[in-house]
């Protein structure tokens, strides 16, 4: 009885994260994609806050992690033209830090009834099953590093399985700095009016993710085989 009563609860809340989610998601993540895809905008809003600005713009990284919805990219960009390339992608990477142990952690404390609801059961299970695998955490750097791949979903699907939470968010944390560091890179550019460097970059990060999107089937049959 106990364990049909914990059960219960837990689809409980994951159906209360969810409709919360959901909720931010229609109320505030078109908000939050319009300003942080406008840098200069954001930067204003950024920079009203003084010394705490740097704070903000941390939280809105976790905000983004945990929200799915909204996309990295343009959160990357905005943080390379505020703060320049450096000083952005160590922002970013606490967000990135902070915002994926809360994922992992719900999916930890909801289970299963959170995250089907964001993945299918075919992918879900193929995905749980290589991170649960002898090379789960090689698997992990490499499902976080391929350009494509839904990064903050993958997050929470290794709350899902065996592995422990400080080295897969560290793995998972250091598969993303190459992303966030062309990302920033690019958005400083952009703020220095270097158009040309902006657009060899930003074709070369959407081949990139084509290429990731395109093949990310064929990459993980072969990580699977791998395995």
């Known amino acids: ?20 989610m959901i909720w931010l998601t229609i109320v505030y993540a078109p908000a939050v994609t319009e300003i942080a895809s406008n840098p200069e905008r954001l930067r204003t809003v950024i920079l ?4 705490l600005g740097v704070l903000v713009f941390i939280g809105l990284q976790i905000v983004q992690v945990i929200i799915t919805a909204i996309p990295g990219e343009v959160v990357q960009v905005a943080g390379g033209y505020i703060f320049g390339t450096l000083p952005a992608t160590i922002y970013l990477l606490i967000g990135v830090i902070v915002g994926s142990a809360a994922a992992f952690g ?25 991170m649960s ?14 350009p494509g791949l839904p990064k903050d979903v993958l997050t929470y699907i290794g709350g899902l399985t065996p ?5 897969f968010i ?3 944390s250091a598969a ?17 009016r270097n158009y040309t460097a902006v657009i060899g970059l930003s074709a070369a990060a959407v081949i990139c993710f084509l290429l990731g999107v395109s093949y990310r089937d064929r990459i993980l049959a072969w990580l699977h085989k791998d395995n």
């Open 170 to 172: 560290a793995i998972a």
């Open 133 to 146: 695998s002898r090379k789960g955490y090689s698997i992990a750097f490499m499902l976080f590093l391929v």
């Open 176 to 192: 993303r700095i190459p992303g966030m560091l062309i990302s920033a890179y690019i958005g400083a550019n952009l703020h220095e």
């Open 48 to 51: 009203d806050y003084g010394r």
């Open 163 to 167: 592995v422990k939470p400080l080295p």
């Open 106 to 130: 719900l999916a930890r404390v909801l289970g299963y009834s959170l995250i089907k609801f964001l993945v299918s059961e075919a992918k879900l299970a193929r995905l749980t099953g290589l």
């Open 1 to 20: 009885m106990q364990p049909v009563r914990g059960l219960g609860i837990k689809i409980l809340l994951a159906a209360a994260f969810l409709a919360a």
